[in-house]
């Protein structure tokens, strides 16, 4: 990876690890989901409430097992493998420290002459 964030080739193999983590981001926010809803679960105290939260809470469950296989058939999680999690959480952090040491903001912004560009 060059420091020139505009250049195209610092974007290759960015749509997947975009949509891992939008992947990883809603299975977190499943796994919230299940938690209050068990919480609310035990909290209630009519009937009726406790049979809308239990159906709820299954739904979830259900949710959160088809984002997680889906994550596990797309080799972006490897629950059972702490090795490959590993090796895919330290490519993360590498790939992340790159980006936080590109230089965002560059003295000279002008692309002109790289692109074609109408003759004014």
């Known amino acids: 990876m060059n420091q020139d964030y505009l250049d195209p080739i610092n974007s290759e193999g960015m749509p997947d690890m975009a949509n891992s983590f939008l992947a ?7 796994k919230t989901g299940v938690r209050n809803y068990a ?12 049979s809308v939260l239990r159906a709820q809470l299954d739904r979830a ?17 490897h629950p059972v493998d702490t090795g490959k999690q590993y090796q895919l959480d330290v490519k993360s952090a590498e790939t992340t420290a790159q980006i936080a040491r ?12 790289t692109f074609a560009t ?3």
């Open 118 to 120: 109408p003759d004014y």
């Open 102 to 113: 590109m230089k965002l903001f560059p003295d000279d912004t002008s692309r002109l002459g």
């Open 24 to 30: 990883l981001d809603f299975l977190l926010s499943v």
């Open 39 to 50: 919480f609310a679960l035990s909290e209630t105290a009519t009937p009726e409430v406790r």
């Open 61 to 77: 469950i259900s949710l959160h097992e088809e984002l997680s296989q889906l994550m596990i058939d797309k080799g972006w999680l």
